[in-house]
């Protein structure tokens, strides 16, 4: 069985990545199950220097077909903060509470209205073996909530609203936000390339 790393120890976003493409026979591992430090510095400008970093770094260090992404929130209220820094937004480390606490004190003079954002994901697929390498986006918009709601996902999940679904990320099942999100969209391109590119003629299927 072929094997796929995913460039992450978030297991949230590991969760997510799994479960859409669990259907394709590979046996996914996170770089927890390395056993070994596999720290990449992610210092680029743009969500594509930061995966393509990362996943060619990870892949060339273990051999092995790698999958990473960068991803972020754009406020447009803030002029498109906290974007490639959504990570470490609160400080390097902090939490997915600290990092929304800031979020939503910066917004708090402002109304629902003028609250809109697009989260973006960048996923890079690179193949040490046959030696290609791909790169997906996607995004999805929505409106911050002056306060979190839901207990799924991860992230700003909880104060990212779907305005046609009157839900924000983190009141979604994972196949419904999976279907709509970012990461999502990203992962449905990250999909086809892979039937393409290894799976094809052996019958997969979904």
């Known amino acids: 069985m072929r094997e796929l790393l995913i460039a992450t120890r978030n297991k949230g976003k590991f969760r997510e990545i799994e479960a859409y493409l669990k259907d394709l026979g590979l046996r996914m591992l996170d770089l927890d199950a390395l056993g070994e430090e596999m720290g990449v ?14 996943a060619k770094e990870v892949a060339k260090r273990t051999g092995k077909l790698t999958l990473a992404d960068d991803s972020g929130l754009e406020v447009e209220a803030l002029g498109g903060i906290p974007g490639v820094r959504s990570a470490r937004f609160a400080g390097e480390g902090a939490s997915d509470e600290e990092n929304n606490r800031k979020l939503l004190d910066l917004l708090k003079d402002f109304p629902l209205e003028e609250r809109k954002a697009v989260f973006r994901c960048v996923m890079a697929l690179v193949d040490p073996q046959g030696g290609w390498e791909e790169v997906v986006e996607g995004s999805v918009e929505g409106i911050i909530l002056d306060r979190p709601r839901g207990t799924q996902g991860f992230g700003y999940d909880p104060v990212f609203l779907i305005p046609e679904l009157g ?3 983190a009141e979604l099942p994972l196949e419904v936000k999976n279907s709509i999100s970012h990461r999502g969209k990203a992962l449905k391109a990250v999909k086809d390339i892979l039937r393409s590119r290894l ?6 299927a979904g």
């Open 167 to 169: 839900k924000t990320l």
């Open 199 to 204: 799976l094809s003629g052996r019958g997969a």
């Open 41 to 54: 510095s992610e210092d680029g400008k743009t969500y594509r220097e930061n995966a393509l970093k990362k």
